[in-house]
């Protein structure tokens, strides 16, 4: 008899691709500029399979929960030396995840992110269309 366990995980987040150039350490300090946040770096990276390349692929993370509004802010480098965390949005260098309260126009959120001097573009990600979107369950 085989048993089968039913993985079912609500993706009930935001997700923001985001194109730049630059380091993480520089659009986390932007991110938290424009959109008054205190996103900090976590001493663990993500660690993530990727069965491709047969290799374990490292992202860094920032993160930043408001205690007043009980959302929580998590940017992660999509890129590393192994490969993406999320292969088939390659054009977004970072991806910023806003989980609990959508109590502001998300439109207004993505254009601050877009004025930001060296960030080429910034755009919503539909999760439940990912095929890696289990790679964001952390």
């Keep these: 008899m085989k048993y089968y366990l039913d993985d079912t995980y609500e993706y009930d987040f935001l997700l ?3 194109s730049c150039h630059e380091k993480d350490y520089r659009i986390s300090w932007a991110l938290n500029q424009k959109l008054s946040l205190q996103l900090v770096k976590e001493k663990e990276d993500l660690e993530v399979f ?7 692929s490292l992202h860094s993370v ?4 408001n205690t007043e509004t009980h ?17 088939e949005k390659q054009v977004a ?3 910023l995840i806003v989980k ?8 207004l959120f993505l254009k601050k992110i877009k004025n930001i001097n060296f960030v080429l573009t910034a755009f919503k990600i539909p999760v439940e269309q990912l095929k890696s979107k289990e790679n964001l369950i952390f």
């Design 50 to 56: 990727i069965n491709k390349t047969n290799e374990l």
């Design 100 to 107: 609990e309260n959508f109590d502001f126009s998300s439109e």
């Design 16 to 18: 923001i691709g985001i």
């Design 71 to 87: 959302n929580e802010f998590i940017l992660i480098n999509n890129r590393s030396s192994a490969g993406f965390l999320i292969p």
């Design 93 to 95: 260098d970072y991806l």
């Design 62 to 65: 920032y993160t930043y929960k």
